[in-house]
């Protein structure tokens, strides 16, 4: 597991740290690349990274001493003729290296990781805002004005390395905040086309025709929106997502990318409510849905609104596997590409092992003691640690 958010000692800081977004780079690395975040100098934007005593190479905005440094060292010497402050890591953040993307407090206290270069995933919060309230959310929806944060994901854009393939955009919702969406998107398009975008979004917004229209008109070659599906029918949909109308704009959204040749994931939740009608909503999708691009079958992350709606919304995976296994096989049968996310392999059906993706991001994975012998951990997703101890009473080592 990693941890993404760290502590620092800063030297040097004569006034608050200039930039807030950087990206990593090693003493002697070439910057030829997108180092300039929307205009700014690159030694505004690009921090070294210095490791083992380095020497402070002259030319950077923001010097870094790594996090398995000593702590007892003296203070490093300030490069003569530098403009940057340095700052010694915490061990927390000892797995930094080049090319990944950090955020640093004015003062220089805190480090967060926006963009962990070797992590199988990553994903930048756009907005906690949202019109819908699930049950089960694992983001709960805040009322407050965070429009900064299309700013920040616009730098980490900027920043990308050359070889950056695949980004999530999530929430909230961030179809919430229109034009600075589509701003956001096009800034992709513009500065990193090459990327792989999967956008999680309720699908609501997307049932205005003329909005869809601006989205499809981006243009971006390798863009997908996830979009939760809970049910069949609108009563237990818009229960779930606690919006009325929630189910029919959902819908509706999710025709109207369909008719732009937009892609589209259908991502269900399983909770309590929907095992009972996981096969009818793979039948639904079957009979009204059958262009998405894949359905995501999600394992249930018992934190946020989920935590106090547990007896409401918590079932054990290991006892719904009849029910998993049907819709697994509606949706297979009808050639959908199906994928079972955040299930470990023990409480799975052998036959569904083929579906199973390690989908859990790299930042609250982990495994169990009792996962050390386990001939498939390998294979395996793990557990979410922000679940705590909500997790199946049938995890156990496969022989």
Same mark, same amino acid.
């Given at each position: 597991?990693?941890?993404?958010i760290g502590r620092a000692d800063a030297s040097g800081l004569a006034r608050p740290v200039a930039g807030d977004v950087w990206r990593v780079c090693l003493p002697g690395d070439a910057d030829s690349d997108r180092s300039a975040a929307d205009g700014d ?7 070294? +990274?210095? #490791?083992?005593? /380095?020497?402070?190479?002259?030319? !950077? ?12 060292? =003296? ?15 915490? *061990? ?14 004015? $003062? ?5 990781? +926006? ?10 919060? +756009? ?23 299309? %700013?920040?994901?616009?730098?980490? @854009?900027?920043?990308?390395? /050359? ?5 999530? +955009? ?6 919430? &905040? ?15 086309? /090459? ?12 049932? $205005? *025709?003329?909005?869809?229209?601006? !989205? ?11 979009? *939760?599906? !809970? ?6 949909? %818009?229960?779930?997502? /606690? ?29 309590? &409510? ?10 639904? @999708?079957? #009979? ?22 547990? =007896?409401?919304?918590?079932?054990? =995976? ?22 079972? !996310? ?23 994975? $982990?495994?169990? %003691?009792?996962? #050390? ?20 009473? &049938? ?5």
């Amino acid at each position: 597991m990693l941890k993404l958010i760290g502590r620092a000692d800063a030297s040097g800081l004569a006034r608050p740290v200039a930039g807030d977004v950087w990206r990593v780079c090693l003493p002697g690395d070439a910057d030829s690349d997108r180092s300039a975040a929307d205009g700014d100098a690159p030694a505004s934007s690009i921090a070294c +990274l210095l #490791r083992d005593r /380095q020497a402070a190479p002259p030319g !950077y905005g923001l010097y870094l001493i790594a996090g398995n440094e000593p702590r007892t060292r =003296p203070e490093p010497p300030r490069v003569s003729g530098t403009p940057g402050p340095m700052l010694r890591l915490g *061990p927390e953040l000892a797995h930094l290296d080049a090319s990944d993307i950090i955020h640093v407090s004015g $003062d220089g206290r805190r480090v967060t990781v +926006l963009w962990k270069n070797t992590a199988r995933h990553n994903a930048l919060l +756009l907005t906690e805002q949202c019109d819908n309230y699930c049950l089960m959310c694992s983001q709960p929806p805040k009322d407050r004005d965070d429009a900064w944060l299309f %700013d920040r994901a616009r730098k980490v @854009i900027s920043l990308l390395p /050359q070889d950056a393939r695949a980004l999530s +955009l999530t929430g909230g919702e961030p179809t919430l &905040h229109e034009d600075a969406l589509i701003g956001l998107l096009e800034h992709c398009q513009q500065v990193a086309p /090459q990327l792989s975008v999967h956008l999680l979004s309720n699908g609501r917004r997307f049932a $205005d *025709p003329e909005f869809t229209r601006r !989205y499809a008109g981006v243009g971006l070659a390798d863009i997908m929106a996830g979009i *939760p599906v !809970y049910a069949p029918e609108p009563g237990l949909h %818009d229960f779930i997502v /606690q919006a009325a109308g929630a189910f029919n704009e959902t819908v509706h959204g999710i025709l109207n990318l369909a008719s732009l040749g937009q892609a589209v994931e259908i991502r269900v939740v399983i909770q309590r &409510h929907t095992v009972p009608v996981l096969a009818g909503l793979a039948a639904f @999708i079957v #009979r009204n849905l059958p262009f998405v691009a894949q359905v995501a079958l999600m394992g249930l992350e018992m934190t946020g609104l989920a935590r106090p709606n547990a =007896p409401l919304v918590w079932a054990d =995976p290991a006892g719904y596997q009849h029910e998993l296994a049907a819709a697994v096989d509606i949706l297979a049968t009808a050639g959908i590409t199906t994928r079972i !996310y955040n299930h470990q392999l023990c409480v799975l059906d052998r036959r569904l092992w083929p579906y199973a993706v390690r989908s859990i991001s790299d930042w609250k994975n $982990d495994y169990l %003691d009792i996962c #050390r012998t386990c001939t498939v951990r390998g294979a395996c997703g793990g557990v979410f640690t922000t679940s705590g101890n909500r997790l199946s009473q &049938h995890l156990r080592p496969v022989p």
